[in-house]
């Protein structure tokens, strides 16, 4: 590994499915052969899979999703803490539907 490279590392492995784990490998293994471009690159592969992405992503960088996801719900008036009640909400209405 070259010496201005971060070692990608799991942080966050709570969750993770058998699916999310090949998908974090295989960024991995993508920077390692060819740095950042290559992550972002498999990265798209994933395509529009947004919670593998979310899983993914929160593995690796879990303080950079929660800080993400608290700017989000933030921008749409909610909080952290009020998003298991929002979810709730948004399931039951779901499967009123």
Partial sequence: ?????LELE????SGLTEVDWIAV???????????????WSEFETFGDDLM????VLKALF????RKAIKD????AGFT????PALLKKTKRLATEQ
């Fill in 25 to 39: 490998n295989k960024v991995r293994r993508a920077y390692e052969r060819g740095g950042w471009d290559a992550f």
């Fill in 10 to 13: 799991v942080v966050n492995p």
């Fill in 80 to 83: 952290l803490e009020e998003l």
């Fill in 62 to 65: 879990p303080d950079v999703m």
């Fill in 1 to 5: 590994m070259t010496k201005n490279k």
């Fill in 72 to 75: 989000e719900l933030a921008g």
């Fill in 52 to 55: 593998l992405q979310i899983m």
